[in-house]
Every structure is written in C-alpha cells, then in structure tokens.
C-alpha cells in the first residue's frame, strides 16, 4: 500500500512504463475522465471513489479535483479516493502525479480480483459511493492462466458466467460494480464491443438486472490514440434492474461537458442479443426497425444456413485439374466439383457451370478429395502417399476424423454467402451445383420457399436496409473486415417473400445490365436502382428516408474501415 499525501513529498520517477500494451493500459485523455468522475460524484462531497485499475491516476486526479469542487477538504482525499493497480511502477507514477496536483488517495498495488467486496467474509473495505475508471483490454487470447481463472471465478460469484472469449475487461466491470452500495454511480470507459460481440451478452442481461438506470455515451470517432478499438461511455447507478437505457451521442470527448439535460434518447431493450443498433441515432433506429418490421424477414426464415466443408488442410484436398489428370482421379468416385477456396472468383450474382469450367481452365482448386469407390485405385493411393509425406493426416481435423481423407461434406447450397468482406456480404446463386469449402457460408432454400427467392436474392438482398442490418449484426475485424458467422447472418434482414416478387417482377430484365455493372465494380450504381424499386416503388418508402438508410450503412461501414486503417 502507497498512501500518499499532500505534505509527503514525491515518489521517484521511474520513468517510461514498459508493455503498457501488452497490459491493456491506454491512458485515458483528460476530458473523458473529467466527464466520468463529475458524474459519478454528482453533488456529493463526502463521496468515497474507487478506481479499480486506476493505472497513472488520471481518473484519481479528477476525482480529486471535483471534490474539492465540491467542498471536500484537502485532508479528507486520502479517506475518500482509492486506487488499485497490479502494476507497481504505474502506480507510483499515480502517486506522482497526485502529489504533483496537491491531492491525495490511498493506492493499493494489487491484483483487484484478489480483494473481497464489502459485505463479504473477510472484506477489507466499505462499499463506495462511486467506481471510475477504464479497465484494461486483453483480448481472451492473452487474457489466460490465473489470471483468466480468478476473474472468471469474481464474475461467477456475482451470478455472471463469461464465456472463454471474454476479454479483460467482462469481469472487471462486474466486479468493481461489487464495491459499490446500493445507491452508488458506476462510470466507466468500455470498448464497444461492449454492444457488439456475443461474449458480452452476460454482461448486456447483467446491466439491466443491477442497475436502476443505466447511460451510455457513444463515440463518432476513436478517442485513444494508440488503442485499436472504439469506446463507448458506461454511466449507471442504484439497484434493481431497469428496461430502458439513455444514449448520448457525441462526436469526441470535446463534445461531453457540453451535454444538456434532455439531450438523451431513451432506447426499450431487447429481451437478448446485441445492441450494435445503439451507434445508429434515434431516427435512423427507430426507421431501421420500422422498416424491417414491415416489409423485411430474418434471412433463417428463407433457408438454412451452414459452414462449408471443412478439410482441415485445403492445399492438399483442394485440387486443380492438372493435379486430378496426374493422380488418375475419378470425378465422382475419387473427387466431386466445388466452388474454389475463397471468394474472389464470385463476381457475378450466380456461380455457373460456364463460371466453374472456366475457372478449371484457368487452373483453379476446382475439385475437392472425397473418394467413395475405387479406393484401391493405383492413383488415388498414389496421392494418399503424398498426403502421408505431407503429414496431412497429423492436421488437427484430419487426426479426428474416422478416415482422415474423407472430409465432412456440407450440403451443396442453393446460394452462397459471403460471409467475410471489406464492403458487404453478398449472395450468389450457385447455379453449378458445386460443393464448397468453410471460406463460405451456404444456405438451402426451406421447403416451400418459391425457387425465385434463388434467381432474386442476390440482386435484391444488394439494398440499403439489408447492407445496413449487416453491419449492424456483423462484427468488425483487422483490417475492417465485417465477419457474419452463421447465428449472425441467420438474422440479416431480407425482403419478404411478396415484396421480393414485386421487386423482381421489375428487376428481372434488368439483370443482365446490373450484373455487369457488379462485375465491372461499379456496385453503388446497382444499389441505389434496387433500393429504387425495393424501398420506393415496392415498400414505398419515402425518398427522404431511402436516402436517410443509405447514408446511416455508409457512416457504419465507413466507420468500420477507419477503423480498420486505425489497426
């Protein structure tokens, strides 16, 4: 324990910290902490403050100040700030920096997890009035070991189970909310994931079960300049559960003292999942979900969706037909046609066989190894023995396998679907008949579904509503790339059936020159004539409010790829 105070005279300096990275640290810019602490201390000037993993202190000095703001007295800071920090070095730079400042706090070097809430056995410490702070962010790869172990266990003991994937920060927020009394304010920095990702859905269910009312301030832009993420502001106080939350939203951290009262929406809460909707504002929401209500479906209620094949070794079982020529493989006893690994080659709205011969020419990975009858053939066994010397059946997936050559065959689709992308998923007609590989997703049409939703989806599913509902249920990766897993692209929303039919009726002898369009890059142009027809002629829609969702999927994408050029 360092308690420092204003007559004790200043640690050393130890200079820069070291791996702040690598621990998560991004100190937090002065406005953000200001805004947070104010809120979190409201008039109160007896409050006692917790900052978790206070790291440099700056919420601390906020603190601080805004009791004095207040009318607490100098003497009294040390008895009513506390900071925690498992990092030694940082926390006698905090100690630094508050005696540089005049102001004082108790400040633990501590593992947080390792200390008991108040009003448990062997508790240190009485509940707060308030918790600050910005948890660090390690991702679950990092975040392992005992580390992960006791975090997890803090969760559990205050009725939240985090899945493997959580990050860092899950049980730190959980936990700190421990410390608090039953009428004290949380104030905290979160990553956006916080909305996004399904690991923190325990978190999402657990904030609306604890708090009375709960803020959250979203960003326009990033707010840390070396952090890779964005981040939204978590403001909630009391106890006892709530079903709606307020929104802010800012473009940056300039913009938070000049909030008003009123200045917030109030949002009802799903029963579950994600509420990536919150970074739309309040109109643009509101006519999202209007308009999926009334003339879009869940794309699940057209057909299933499901992984490609998995091989567990794609440049051994994935073969060019020079490769199948050598080896005397058979086609349909020894390999069956499929879709090339990746997508790149999909620049049509249909994969045909005309597309999928081509491809074979051009001396494509156009077949898959999956053998059913003459095994005993001289070639095939010929190509098991390069497999062998290759160490393929030694692959994760080919070692668990009852024959590591035979790979799981997914179902061949009526479409394909784009799963990973810089701009959008697309849908393509798979009009060849192939098989594919896990670079895809495919979904098969339900029974009774017209066979026209295979010839219209993919030109109709390229409209606004359908490209904003995919950044809105995707999820953002390196380099700004939108992923849609499977549960994901099971609610992407599509034209309904009848509205599909209409639209199609219009846009079918257009086809041809909207897919050259497609081919030839010029995507928007093919947008905007679909969200034409689709949104005006078929739902009609305003074009006020066409062109409101086109500009809220282009902020959103936009705001995913700079944050892709952020990394």
């Not at 106080?237 to 709606?244: E, H, L, P, Q």
Request: charged share 25%; aromatic share 8%.
């Amino acid at each position: 324990m360092v308690n420092v105070a204003t007559a004790e005279e200043a640690p050393a300096d130890l200079g820069v910290l070291e791996n702040v990275k690598d621990r998560g640290a991004f100190f937090t810019p002065p406005a953000i902490a200001e805004y947070l602490a104010r809120w979190a201390i409201g008039k109160n000037a007896h409050a006692r403050i917790l900052d978790p993993t206070c790291g440099d202190g700056a919420f601390l000095v906020q603190a601080g100040q805004e009791l004095l703001r207040r009318g607490s007295e100098r003497s009294q800071l040390a008895e009513q700030i506390v900071g925690v920090d498992i990092h030694g070095p940082t926390i006698r730079d905090a100690a630094k920096r508050l005696f540089a400042d005049g102001l004082g706090a108790e400040l633990l070097e501590s593992d947080f997890f390792a200390i008991t809430p108040p009003g448990q056995l062997f508790d240190s410490m009485p509940a707060f009035d308030a918790v600050i702070g910005n948890p660090p962010f390690i991702r679950y790869q990092q975040h392992v070991g005992e580390a992960r172990k006791n975090s997890a266990e803090a969760a559990l003991r205050q009725g939240v189970r985090l899945s493997g994937l959580a990050s860092s920060w899950a049980a730190i927020l959980v936990h700190a909310a421990a410390f608090l009394g039953p009428d004290g304010r949380l104030a905290m920095v979160m990553p956006a994931e916080l909305l996004s990702v399904g690991y923190a859905e325990p978190i999402r269910q657990w904030l609306r079960r604890r708090f009375a009312a709960v803020k959250l301030v979203v960003f326009e832009r990033l707010q840390f300049d070396d952090a890779l993420e964005n981040v939204v502001l978590l403001l909630a106080r009391g106890s006892g559960g709530c079903d709606a939350f307020s929104l802010y939203y800012v473009e940056s951290a300039d913009d938070l003292l000049a909030i008003e009262p009123f200045d917030e929406s109030a949002v009802a809460l799903a029963g579950t999942g994600k509420w990536t909707d919150f970074f739309l504002g309040t109109d643009n929401r509101r006519l999202f979900r209007e308009v999926v209500a009334d003339h879009f479906a869940p794309l699940e209620t057209l057909g299933n969706l499901a992984l490609g094949t998995v091989t567990g070794a794609n440049s051994y079982f994935a073969l060019t037909e020079t490769t199948r020529t050598n080896f005397r493989l058979v086609p349909g006893s020894h390999v069956i046609p499929i879709s090339p690994p990746g997508t790149r080659h999909l620049k049509d709205l249909a994969f045909s066989q005309s597309d999928w011969r081509r491809l074979r020419d051009d001396g494509e990975s156009v077949w898959l190894l999956y053998p059913t009858d003459l095994e005993d053939a001289e070639g095939f066994q010929r190509y098991l023995a390069e497999g062998r010397t290759l160490g393929v059946p030694n692959a994760y997936k080919c070692r668990v396998r009852p024959i590591w050559y035979r790979p799981p065959l997914a179902q061949i689709p009526d479409l394909f679907f784009t799963y990973m992308s810089h701009r959008f998923p697309r849908l393509i007609a798979n009009t060849a008949r192939t098989a594919y590989l896990n670079s895809m997703h495919g979904i098969t049409l339900r029974t009774g579904v017209d066979v026209v939703a295979r010839e219209a989806l993919p030109l109709l599913s390229m409209n606004s509503v359908t490209m904003l509902g995919a950044e809105l249920h995707g999820r953002s990766y390196g380099g700004g790339i939108l992923k849609m897993e499977p549960s994901e692209a099971a609610q992407l929303p599509v034209p309904r059936l009848d509205r599909l039919a209409e639209a199609w009726s219009v846009l079918r002898p257009e086809r041809s020159r909207l897919n050259h369009q497609l081919e030839d890059g010029r995507w928007t142009g093919v947008v905007a004539r679909v969200d034409e027809v689709l949104l005006g002629q078929v739902a009609e829609i305003p074009p006020n409010k066409i062109s409101a969702l086109h500009d809220a999927a282009q902020e959103l994408r936009a705001r995913r790829l700079a944050r892709g050029e952020a990394k």
